[in-house]
């Protein structure tokens, strides 16, 4: 425990001696190299291979932090950097953002195998050599500066397909519930206005039923300057109906 104690604290006065040294051009170069990176990929702020564990992404986190601190470092955008930095340490230690990078990483190095395979069939030399050599010809040949730079690249294409997929698909679900949101609202608003009429005609009920009565009680009302129909006589006064005349010889 001790010396686990002391070997951290050699290690603090070794970085804060180095730091030292570091000269303002530098430490403005860094900020310009993180500010540049490739937004997607959290592993390319922190200048770390693809298989870098958690423990290598918080030491090389604490490396450039250092570096491009605000307090340390002079530049205008020395924030910026130092907060992208933050983020990228932040996706990295989270398992999922972690795995989901590095299944990209890895369908990535897949696609670049795969064309590999294709180019050796066509060079029968590198084929035989890849066969006798059991697979190192093409281990070594992963480690190249040449397939890690293909990767790097690839990877990029990945993530940026992937990115935009991702933005089309919120597309359409905030269009989608835009639309629903609509359609709520006009649902909302054409219940209202049958609340509303359905209120004003219950509001209406008792003068209606009124004129109604009236109306039973006492017959039709004539308008003023309305002519009414003569009524027709009977002969004989009990009868309801109207008879007809009688012809007389």
């Excluded at 890849?130 to 010809?137: A, F, W």
């Excluded at 209406?204 to 129909?229: A, C, H, Q, Y």
Aim: glycine share 2%; aromatic share 8%; hydrophobic share 30%.
């Amino acid at each position: 425990m001790g010396e686990a104690n002391t070997s951290s604290i050699d290690d603090d006065l070794l970085l804060k001696s180095f730091y030292a040294e570091v000269s303002e051009v530098e430490r403005d170069n860094e900020v310009i190299r993180i500010l540049s990176c490739f937004k997607l990929n959290a592993f390319e702020y922190l200048n770390l291979p693809f298989d870098s564990s958690p423990e290598d992404v918080k030491k090389q986190y604490r490396k450039l932090s250092l570096l491009v601190h605000p307090d340390k470092c002079k530049h205008p955008q020395a924030k910026e950097a130092f907060s992208a930095l933050a983020k990228a340490q932040q996706l990295l230690l989270d398992p999922q953002e972690r795995e989901y990078l590095v299944n990209q990483i890895n369908a990535a190095r897949e696609e670049l195998r795969a064309k590999r395979k294709k180019q050796l069939k066509k060079d029968t030399a590198s084929k035989l050599k890849s066969l006798v050599d059991e697979g190192k010809y093409e281990q070594e040949y992963e480690k190249s500066a040449e397939f890690q730079s293909q990767l790097k690249l690839k990877v990029r294409e990945i993530l940026t397909d992937q990115e935009w997929r991702r933005r089309k698909m919120q597309m359409r679900i905030s269009e989608e519930e835009g639309r629903l949101k609509k359609d709520e609202e006009e649902s909302k608003e054409m219940w209202k206005r049958k609340r509303e009429h359905e209120e004003q005609w219950e509001g209406t009920r008792e003068n209606r039923v009124s004129s109604w009565r009236d109306f039973m009680k006492g017959g039709k009302k004539v308008k003023k300057g309305e002519l009414r129909p003569p009524k027709l006589k009977t002969e004989d006064p009990n009868k309801s109906y109207v008879q007809r005349p009688v012809k007389r010889s």
